[in-house]
């Protein structure tokens, strides 16, 4: 169901195909995964992501799909964490493209951002 303009996207992981929707959803469950307020969550996009935040953003985008869809959540944050082994740094940055592209309260996110920017390491070790 890849509609990156819409808010989707189909990843392969584990040999199960997942889609994720970068809904109000979504948007509810990653900015309370990453302890920001929705007026906030630009600056966790301009430096740079974590892989705390990639994870959470996998996570929170493959679980707004699921619950909004009724399907069975059969995953957590850190099975979400293992999908990363499976994600090519392309396919990353075509998640990204689209929840850069969905829309926060009707407005992108590339209007409240510098542009997409780069994973970086978790702070915490």
Do not use: C
């Not at 009707?106 to 702070?123: D, T």
């Amino acid at each position: 169901m890849t509609n990156k303009k819409r808010g989707y996207i189909d990843i392969t992981v584990d040999g199960k195909k997942r889609t994720l929707h970068f809904s109000m959803n979504f948007w509810a469950e990653f900015t309370e995964q990453m302890g920001v307020s929705l007026q906030d969550i630009g600056g966790v996009f301009e430096s740079g992501i974590s892989l705390n935040g990639l994870r959470s953003l996998i996570y929170s985008a493959a679980l707004a799909n699921d619950l909004e869809n009724g399907n069975e959540v059969d995953y957590n944050i850190y099975t979400a964490g293992t999908w990363l082994d499976d994600i090519s740094a392309k396919k990353i940055n075509d998640i990204v493209e689209a929840m850069m592209e969905s829309k926060i309260l009707g407005n992108s996110l590339n209007n409240q951002s510098k542009g997409v920017a780069k994973p970086k390491p978790s702070k915490k070790q």
